[in-house]
Structures are given as structure tokens and as C-alpha cells.
T-cell receptor
Framework: QKEVEQNSGPLSVPEGAIASLNCTYS??????FFWYRQYSGKSPELIMF????GDKEDGRFTAQLNKASQYVSLLIRDSQPSDSATYLC??????????FGTGTSLTVIP | DAGVTQSPTHLIKTRGQQVTLRCSPK?????VSWYQQALGQGPQFIFQ???????QRGNFPDRFSGHQFPNYSSELNVNALLLGDSALYLC???????????????FGPGTRLTVL
């Protein structure tokens, strides 16, 4: 079992719609959770981090964390073509190592 | 505020050779982590340096080694290169001292290594 699992996609949404990206993790003791955006050929760019159960909003982005279900999600409202990228979920485990998922490819169709 | 920098941008080596990659962390950060990202995969943790010592290590062979200097910059060395070492090598820095957000990592642009 992988430490972090994501649906690789591709996920396609029309411009202006809500994109929903999901991630599950195996280490129940994990405390820190991150979403990164990676454009093709570029390095990952931090979008959000979340530590507590519930929702955290930042502009068009909302991160949701449910530790009981070991589930993290990212919602992108009013999706724009510039949001087209691969989204990486990362988790800091109890051993302080960071584990990344394989990423979900998102395409926003104009 | 300078972000994380890495050099070189691209590198081509042949099997069996050795390579050194360099990283300077973001200003105010003292912890450097290295990752390997193969095509179509997520970054895989190699190791982390703090106070010039290797603090954490992922599942990578001893051919992968590193160093951190007093100015917090870091090097990644890979010996006896294999074809499978071809990947994007990413450096990430974080404050990792205390407080919320202290473990947030910021990535450099990466070094694309091709082993022929």
C-alpha cells in the first residue's frame, strides 16, 4: 500500500466549474498535509497546507481534511485554463518524512 | 527575497559516472530536503539535512549521499550512475524550527539529469 494515493486522472472540467481533487493517506499519525501544483516541466509550487480537521479556504482554493477517514481534498472554484496542471498531495508522516502522491492531472476546458 | 536555487539546470552523464547537484535554500530557511521525481511520478524523498547532518533518509541506496554547508546550502552526490537515475532532482527548503507552517517546503526549479 502506498503512503499517499491519488486518482491519476486525467480530470477535465469546463471553465468556471468546480474541480475536486482527492487524496488518501495510510499513516494515521500524520499531522501535516499539503497541496502542490506542478506545471509540465516545472517544479512543484505550494498551494495550501492544512493541519486541522475541516476546511481551509484561500481565494478560489479550499482544502478539506478528515483525519478519521484519512482523506484530504482540494476544491478549485471558478476553474480557469491556467489551473490546468498536475496537483500533488503531500503528507508529513509520523517519521517526519514527506510522502507525495503520483498527482492528478487537471485540464480546464475553455 | 530569493527563493530556492539549484544548479545546474540540466546535466547529461553516462552510466558509471558521478554527479554533484547543488542547492541554495530560501532566505531564512535552514533545512534542505532532496527529492527524485521520475517522469509521471510524484517526488520521492531522498534525504533531509539540518544543522549540517543527515536527519532523515528515504529508501535510496548509499550511492546517494549529501552534504550541508554552514551557510545551509547543500549538495547531492550520486555515484556509479545507472540509467534509472535519470530524473528531475528537486531541492526543497523549510524553516522546520518550530510553529505552524514550519514544515512547509518550497521547491527549487530542479536539475534534470539524463544518464545515457
Amino acid at each position: 500500500q502506498k503512503e499517499v494515493e491519488q486518482n491519476s486522472g486525467p480530470l477535465s472540467v469546463p471553465e468556471g466549474a468546480i474541480a475536486s481533487l482527492n487524496c488518501t493517506y495510510s499513516d494515521r499519525g500524520s499531522q501535516s498535509f499539503f497541496w502542490y501544483r506542478q506545471y509540465s516541466g516545472k517544479s512543484p509550487e505550494l498551494i495550501m497546507f492544512i493541519y486541522s480537521n475541516g476546511d481551509k479556504e484561500d481565494g478560489r482554493f479550499t482544502a478539506q481534511l478528515n483525519k478519521a477517514s484519512q482523506y484530504v481534498s482540494l476544491l478549485i472554484r471558478d476553474s480557469q485554463p491556467s489551473d490546468s496542471a498536475t496537483y500533488l498531495c503531500a503528507v508529513r508522516g509520523t517519521g517526519n518524512q514527506f510522502y507525495f502522491g503520483t498527482g492528478t492531472s487537471l485540464t480546464v476546458i475553455p | 527575497d530569493a527563493g530556492v536555487t539549484q544548479s545546474p539546470t540540466h546535466l547529461i552523464k553516462t552510466r558509471g559516472q558521478q554527479v554533484t547537484l547543488r542547492c541554495s535554500p530560501k532566505s531564512g530557511h535552514d533545512t534542505v530536503s532532496w527529492y527524485q521525481q521520475a517522469l509521471g511520478q510524484g517526488p520521492q524523498f531522498i534525504f533531509q539535512y539540518y544543522e549540517e547532518e543527515e536527519r532523515q533518509r528515504g529508501n535510496f541506496p548509499d550511492r546517494f549521499s549529501g552534504h550541508q554547508f554552514p551557510n545551509y546550502s547543500s549538495e547531492l552526490n550520486v555515484n556509479a550512475l545507472l540509467l534509472g537515475d535519470s530524473a528531475l532532482y528537486l531541492c526543497a527548503s523549510s524553516p522546520l524550527t518550530s510553529g505552524r507552517g514550519a514544515d512547509t517546503q518550497y521547491f527549487g526549479p530542479g536539475t534534470r539529469l539524463t544518464v545515457l
